[in-house]
């Protein structure tokens, strides 16, 4: 494994030991480089540094490119405007850094030397509930970051903080005490996901009904929460029957969306029913939380309901029990003790906000968060219906989320069938096609919207091959393999350094080297939509240079043949690996 310095990179260098030079006192000034329209790259920094320095800019920038180095790197640099610069890297170096990329597993991206340890809270869908289309955003998201951050080097701990605690779980278990075989499986089902959650669905039913018509029953549930609570083995037996069915259900809504859930990782709120009395112990003690009305809260200054009181954060409810805000406070003293995590990322819908401010700001005065922890929520917005109204069925009831993906996957296999049949695609590739098309289509949408923002969803344009769609960046990739099926035994990928390159192939080209870089500020910002954009790009520029420059039929000669099938072999590998961090396949044929 070999890291490769990008272009920018090595510019950045150069240009600020130019400016260091040409100020002396500027030590380590700036030189505010990016990508130009221009030329390949402006730097700025000029500006800034002649105002400091009191010295004439265009002057100062003169006397900077008389001090960058004469070497393959920069084939011309250009003052312009009042001093800015603009420079131009020379083909040779353009492609001696892809092919020092290509000859990397990593693409030269480079992994880091002292990684963190990052636990991902995501995917943390409720126990005998139907998922809906906010637990799909968690899993996306927190899937793809997962990926994103692992690929940097980071350790990364995944946790699936799954609704498996609380009252509702006495009225569940003692309704299934008096009902015994309701949980009972049939002889003969197709799709047991379906089938778990439909008989879960009903018992849920039931047994709230039966709590709210009852008072024996209500009485004979609320006892049933404390045996729970307390570990009595008979009522954990039968909860445990719920989480087990229920994991049927996660099992075949994650296998559709090709999300890996591993049994290890989930952790779920019952996973900390050990520590519930001791945190609250512990913030009793410290004075963090004190006693009002009988509940035992953390109250906050700037925290105000409508009426002007004071909304506290509850971490021990009137009727003893303790409630999500404890679990949380539980969690993150397991992951930065026990675990010892340096970070903490909570992939949770907007609407949770208040809470995870009040359950930070707890920990931060327990001293269970301290300066060293970073502990972040990373709200994401509302899924839309093409009405602008948050996603519904047309009879205003909450979208099945499998429902969502089964159509996906239908309106994807139509699109592709249209297609694979021109180019002989078997039955078989064009049903694996349209599920790969289909939840790319998904995943995509979700992740190419930057996080905090609600978005439409969209059926038709999601899986169009025109836009900013996952199957444009798919095809693009399989356009790439077309190329190679094509070529001749003796057209291969060899990089050419002495051959000068075309618009389109420096354009590509330089994009290609932006790789790492783009990987490196996902990682550190966690915004997903970064790479999707950097894909789109790609799979764009790869377009143009496809358009404007024949592969295997280019009229400079065999080397030329060789240099253009290096920048589709290497535009097919980033492709594919920005794809797979993102959780998207890459069908070959397409
Ligand atoms: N199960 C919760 C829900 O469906 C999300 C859990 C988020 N994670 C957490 N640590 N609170 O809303």
Redesign the pocket.
């Known amino acids: 494994m070999a890291s490769v310095a990008s272009l920018s990179a090595s510019l950045q260098q150069r240009v600020s030991a130019a400016l260091a030079a040409a100020v002396p006192s500027a030590t380590d000034a700036d030189p505010l480089l990016r990508r130009s329209d221009r030329a390949d790259f402006q730097a700025n920094g000029v500006l800034g540094l002649a105002k400091k320095a009191k010295a004439n800019p265009r002057e100062l920038a003169g006397a900077v490119v008389a001090g960058l180095p004469a070497d393959e790197l920069i084939a011309g640099v250009e003052v312009s405007g009042p001093g800015f610069l603009n420079i131009t890297v020379s083909d040779a170096a353009i492609t001696s850094t892809l092919a020092a990329r290509a000859a990397d597993e990593r693409l030269g991206v480079p992994a880091k030397e002292h990684p963190g340890i990052t636990v991902v809270?995501y995917a943390?869908?409720?126990v005998a509930k139907e998922m809906h289309v906010?637990?799909l955003r968690?899993s996306v998201i927190g899937d793809a970051i997962c990926k994103v951050l692992e690929f940097s080097g980071e350790q990364v701990v995944r946790?699936h903080?799954?609704?498996d605690w609380g009252t509702q779980f006495g009225m569940l278990v003692q309704y299934l005490i008096e009902h015994p075989h309701e949980l009972d499986h049939g002889t003969d089902e197709k799709d047991a996901g379906e089938a778990s959650m439909s008989r879960l669905d009903r018992l849920y039913k039931a047994s709230g009904a039966l709590f709210k018509s009852d008072e024996g029953f209500k009485e004979r549930a609320r006892r049933r929460v404390v045996d729970l609570q307390a570990g009595d083995p008979e009522t954990l037996a039968l909860w445990q029957r719920f989480v087990d069915e229920s994991k049927i259900y996660f099992d075949s809504v994650y296998g559709k969306l090709d999300i890996e859930i591993r049994d290890e990782d989930i952790v779920g709120?019952s996973g900390y029913n050990d520590m519930l009395a001791e945190t609250c112990e512990l913030l009793e003690k410290s004075g963090v939380a004190v006693w009002s009305n009988g509940a035992l809260c953390v109250f906050f200054d700037d925290v105000k309901g409508k009426d002007g009181e004071p909304v506290p954060l509850i971490v021990r409810k009137t009727d003893g029990g303790y409630g999500?805000a404890a679990?949380?406070l539980s969690?993150i003293r397991n992951r930065t003790g026990a675990l010892h995590a340096d970070t903490l990322l909570?992939v949770?819908?907007v609407r949770?906000t208040l809470?995870?401010r009040m359950v930070f700001e707890t920990a931060r005065r327990a001293g269970w968060l301290t300066d060293d922890v970073t502990a972040r929520h990373l709200p994401f917005g509302t899924l839309l219906g093409r009405d602008g109204k948050p996603f519904k069925t047309r009879a205003g009831e909450s979208v099945k989320l499998e429902d969502l993906l089964d159509e996906a996957v239908q309106r994807a296999t139509a699109v592709v069938r249209e297609k694979g049949e021109k180019i002989g695609l078997t039955e078989e590739e064009i049903v694996s096609n349209g599920e790969q098309v289909g939840i790319g289509a998904v995943k995509y949408a979700d992740l190419s919207t930057s996080l905090g923002k609600d978005y439409v969803f969209d059926l038709d344009r999601m899986v169009s091959l025109n836009g900013d769609t996952s199957v444009y960046v798919q095809y693009a990739y399989a356009r790439t393999r077309s190329i190679f099926r094509k070529a001749a035994g003796d057209q291969r990928a060899v990089a050419h350094p002495e051959l000068a390159l075309e618009p389109a192939e420096r354009a590509l080209g330089l994009h290609l080297d932006a790789f790492g870089e783009t990987l490196a500020e996902v990682a550190e910002v966690y915004e997903p939509h970064r790479l999707a954009a950097y894909l789109f790009q790609l799979a764009s520029l790869f377009t143009t240079f496809y358009e404007q420059c024949p592969v295997l039929t280019a009229d400079g000669g065999p080397a030329q043949v060789e240099s253009r099938l290096f920048l589709c072999e290497l535009t097919a590998r980033t492709l594919r690996q920005g794809l797979s961090l993102l959780g998207i396949r890459t069908p070959e044929r397409l």
Request: negative net charge; hydrophobic residues 20%.
């Open positions: 809270d943390q869908p409720n906010g637990h968690s946790r903080h799954i609704g709120e999500y679990t949380d969690a909570y949770v819908d949770q809470h995870f």
